[in-house]
Every structure is written in structure tokens, then in C-alpha cells.
């Protein structure tokens, strides 16, 4: 078939990305270190090396030669707010003051249709210079937040899920929601599955909304069960009390929301660092997911998550940057942390576990499997190139390299937005770097 039919395109590099978790399957990964990535009207048509693929193409098909390059997945961040951009790297002495002094007024402005416009572009571009094509994000509580990240993300074409935050108490004034899930219903049907966006329903979390605003969320969640759902739950020791004491009737602070119906597939909850065994075994028994934020968890200090005992449980684990809280934009130093993190915890993170946990493990969680993640044929064709030596120190540290292991491991602890040389959305390059 000639090409002149067909909207094909190739891309030439090391291929890397996963069909099973390597923690509990051997041969997870697929590695074609001379490969091909074959792009079909935007979606995978086939990835494997180049010596059996290129043959096959049609005459004419361009192929892009990323030669010395990394094409993995593009990442997938889990958990993070886009309003807090701007106050990020923000000082305080843990959670409730940083709240207080930062996230408020800094989420106050957004009620202006132009100023959350404007930031929505820039955290858009953020995240793809950064080599992250899908996330979960907050916005604020005002309608205009979610039009603006999903008019810039639908401009963009990305695979962006999102919502409006609710909170009805312990809130100031100019934040303060109410029961009433109109507005949410109305956000639904306005963007969900619209495109590429996908809308998540957003109770910040159980300290912020009332019994009622909690019911009315639950009952939400039943009536659109393809919507996403995201919240926080046990980030720190103090607000755990402090949710002890609102909802004295509740076994545990994750239990809050299972009472609430806010446990299900597609619920994704953040931190998950302070909870017990029967916490655990819920999370994995009702498919709600883990979003592991550890650069935000070392920067508030709220404490160190424990992989295994999420591993041991079979809960589905991801990983986010939790910015303006997190510190960085970029998964490869969110992979960074987390891997200290579980050093800390007495656990060990393969690099390949942590590329897993950022492309299909992410997708899993988010009940995504097929659509992004890796590069099974028919996949949307997110992906990144990655630059192994995209700095003097990572060139010098690479060049020594041994395995496949140890060049991701050092492009994860040492790599960030530099190594990230190109990001493709749907097939379509939106991002590229300047080579050095
Ligand atoms: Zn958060």
C-alpha cells in the first residue's frame, strides 16, 4: 500500500515501555535498543526494532531518527494542582500554615476567567517540557478554573483529566462552596469525554467539606461512574486528628470516603502515607488507586509512604508531583525521591518499577489501560524522547552505564526538564528542546 493513502510516520530510537508491573512479572518491559515507533492518524501502529519493522513500510514513510534516544510512554503525573504554579517552592512550617498563608489567596485569584487562563497555558507547557503528557489535576472551586485548563488542554490536544475543588467549611469565605453539585454537573457535561478531557469530581478533602457536601458527592460519583475522582486522605499526623475528631463515627480517615461512596475504580487518593492495613486492603479490594507524591511529602514533612506495604496489599500505586506542594514539574525527580523515600522505608525502587509506576502503572490506576500508558497498537500515540545525555555529567555517568538498569537509574536521579528532547501529543510534536 502506498503511503500517499495512509497518514503514516516512524520514529528511530531506543523503544522502552511495559505491558505488565515488574515488581510481580518477569519480562514486564519491552526494550528494543535499535527501535521503531510506527504512528498511525495519531495512534500506535506498531513499536518493536527497527530491523523487522522498517522493511515493512511503506515507500516514503518518514521516520524521524532520534538515534541515542529513549522513546518511552509519556508520563503520567497522578496528583497535582495547577492553580498553586505560581506559589510554588513556597515556605512554611507543614501543611495547615502553608494552606493557610499560600494556597488560599494564591487560589482566590482564579475567579478571573483571564488570570486563570494565562496560568493554565504556562502549567500546560510546564508539564510537556517536563515529558508529561496526561495528569490529574486540581483546580480551584470557581467554574472558571476548569474552563480555562480544559480550553487550553483541548488546544493542545492532551489526554487532561480535571476538576472544580469542592469545599463547604474550615475554608475562607471567598472559597467556600456549598452542597449543591450543579455547578459540577454542569462542568460534566460540558467536558467530560469531550475530546480528550475527562472530568474528575474534586472534594479537597474530608476536613474541608461537610456530611452533606460528602453525600452529595458520593451520589454525584454513583450518576456519572466513568468520571474521575480525586482527593487527599492521612498526608500528616495532625490532620489525621483532626479528621479523628470530625468524623468520630468513621473507622478510619480513608474509611470517611468509602462511607461517602467515593471508593471505586477511577478514585485516585493523595499521600495515603499514615494508613493501617485494612486502609490498605480497601484501596486495593474497591480498584481505588495511590497517587504517591513523595517531593511533597519531603518538603511539608509529612511523612515517608510505604511502597511495600501498598505492594503487599496489590493496591494500584502512581506517582505525582503534588506541585505547588511538590517542588518539581518533572517526573524523573519525583522518581528520585520516591526512590529515597523507599530506601527510608527500608525498600528498594528498580528503575524500571519507577518508569512502570510514571507510563502504564499511572494508566492503570486511572483505569486507562489501552488508551495511554504504552505502546500497544491502537494506543493514542502520547510519547517522549529522552535524552540519556542531555547534560556533560549525565553524558559522563551514561557512557559507563553497564545495563538498561543502571542508564535509567541515572537518568532518573540526575535527569529533569533537560532530558526531555522532544514530547509528542496524539502523534503531534509539542514540545522540543534545543540540542545542546
Ligand atoms: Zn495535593
Excluded at 328 to 346: D, P
Amino acid at each position: 500500500m502506498s503511503n500517499d493513502t495512509r497518514n503514516l510516520q516512524a520514529y528511530r530510537a531506543s523503544l522502552l515501555h511495559f505491558h505488565a508491573d515488574p515488581a510481580f512479572a518477569a519480562d514486564a518491559h519491552a526494550w528494543h535498543e535499535d527501535g521503531l515507533l510506527v504512528v498511525e492518524d495519531g495512534r500506535v501502529h506498531a513499536a518493536g526494532d527497527y530491523a523487522r519493522l522498517a522493511p515493512a513500510l511503506p515507500p516514503g514513510t518518514p521516520i524521524e531518527d532520534y538515534r541515542g534516544k529513549i522513546i518511552t510512554p509519556g508520563f503520567i503525573d497522578t496528583h497535582l494542582h495547577f492553580p498553586q504554579t505560581d506559589m510554588i517552592a513556597s515556605p512554611a512550617p507543614g501543611l495547615l500554615p502553608w494552606l493557610e498563608t499560600y494556597t488560599f489567596p494564591t487560589e482566590r485569584r482564579f475567579a478571573d476567567p483571564v488570570h486563570a487562563r494565562a496560568t493554565a497555558e504556562f502549567f500546560l507547557d510546564e508539564l510537556l517540557r517536563n515529558g508529561t503528557t496526561t495528569a490529574l489535576v486540581y483546580c480551584t472551586v470557581h467554574k472558571e478554573s476548569v474552563d480555562a485548563l480544559f480550553e487550553a488542554s483541548a488546544a493542545r490536544n492532551l489526554r487532561m483529566a480535571g476538576g472544580k475543588v469542592l469545599m463547604d467549611r474550615h475554608c475562607p469565605d471567598f472559597l467556600r462552596d456549598t452542597p449543591d453539585m450543579r455547578e459540577s454537573e454542569a462542568l460534566i457535561q460540558r467536558w467530560h469525554n469531550k475530546g480528550r478531557s475527562m472530568y474528575a469530581i474534586t472534594p479537597r478533602f474530608a476536613p474541608t467539606s461537610s456530611e452533606a457536601q460528602l453525600a452529595a458527592t458520593g451520589e454525584l460519583a454513583r450518576a456519572y461512574p466513568d468520571t474521575f475522582i480525586q482527593t487527599h486522605v492521612s498526608e500528616n499526623q495532625d490532620e489525621c486528628a483532626w479528621v479523628g475528631e470530625l468524623y468520630p463515627q468513621q473507622r478510619s480517615y480513608l474509611h470517611v470516603y468509602e462511607h461517602y461512596g467515593l471508593m471505586r475504580p477511577r478514585a485516585m487518593f493523595g499521600h495515603c502515607i499514615w494508613l493501617d492495613d485494612t486502609d490498605f486492603a480497601r484501596l486495593a479490594d474497591t480498584g481505588s488507586a495511590i497517587a504517591h507524591c513523595p517531593t511533597s511529602n519531603l518538603f511539608l514533612g509529612s511523612g515517608l509512604f510505604d511502597i511495600a506495604r501498598a505492594d503487599e496489599a496489590r493496591a494500584l500505586v502512581s506517582l505525582g508531583t503534588d506541585v505547588g506542594a511538590g517542588t518539581s514539574f518533572s517526573m524523573l525527580q519525583t522518581m528520585n525521591e520516591a526512590y529515597k523515600v523507599a530506601r527510608l522505608k527500608g525498600s528498594y525502587l528498580p528503575a524500571l518499577r519507577m518508569f512502570y509506576l510514571a507510563t502504564l502503572g499511572a494508566a492503570r490506576s486511572m483505569g486507562l489501560e489501552g488508551t495511554i500508558g504504552n505502546f500497544a497498537p491502537g494506543a493514542e500515540a502520547d510519547f517522549i524522547v529522552l535524552d540519556p545525555k542531555a547534560t556533560p555529567l549525565m553524558a559522563r555517568r551514561t557512557a559507563g552505564s553497564g545495563s538498561l538498569e543502571e542508564t535509567l537509574f541515572a537518568l532518573a536521579l540526575l535527569g529533569d526538564d533537560r532530558a526531555v528532547r522532544a514530547t509528542y501529543a496524539a502523534g503531534r510534536l509539542v514540545h522540543e528542546r534545543e540540542s545542546s
